[in-house]
């Protein structure tokens, strides 16, 4: 069972930054796969990115890929999504999440993620 917290949501000029961390608790982080979604009001979970359990692979999505960095720090048991050149379309709750193992196909499924945590809200103005 991992325990999942994101924090570092807010509201931030369009063309801003923003650094989102999700902290973990319970089992074993380094042997989770850690994953950022974000979901606006109306629509699907959306896949954003996702890191392996010693960062040496990240995935992104190719709405984010140059703007966004997922990065981890395992002796913090915390994930961290480093987020630029915001647009008002990145506006949404952006909710961390964990697997111990998934295939990478499966990567961008929220259903093949069983731990989330609750949520940060992200708001763009532009």
């Known amino acids: 069972q991992v325990h999942l917290g994101e924090s570092g949501g807010g509201l931030v000029q369009a063309g801003g930054s923003l650094r989102l961390s999700c902290a973990a608790s319970?089992?074993?982080?380094?042997?989770?796969?850690m994953g950022w979604f974000r979901q606006a009001p109306g629509e699907e979970r959306k896949f954003v990115a996702a890191?392996?359990?010693?960062?040496?692979?990240?995935w992104h999505a190719d709405s984010v890929k140059g703007r966004f960095t997922i990065s981890r720090d395992n002796t913090q048991n915390t994930v961290y999504l480093q987020m630029s050149s915001l647009k008002p379309d990145d506006a949404a709750v952006y909710y961390c999440a964990a697997v111990e193992r998934i295939g990478q196909p499966n990567i961008p499924t929220p259903s093949y993620w069983p731990y989330w945590g609750q949520g940060t809200q992200v708001t763009i103005s532009s």
């Open positions: 890191i392996n359990w010693n960062g040496s692979k990240t």
């Open positions: 319970g089992d074993t982080f380094s042997r989770h796969v």
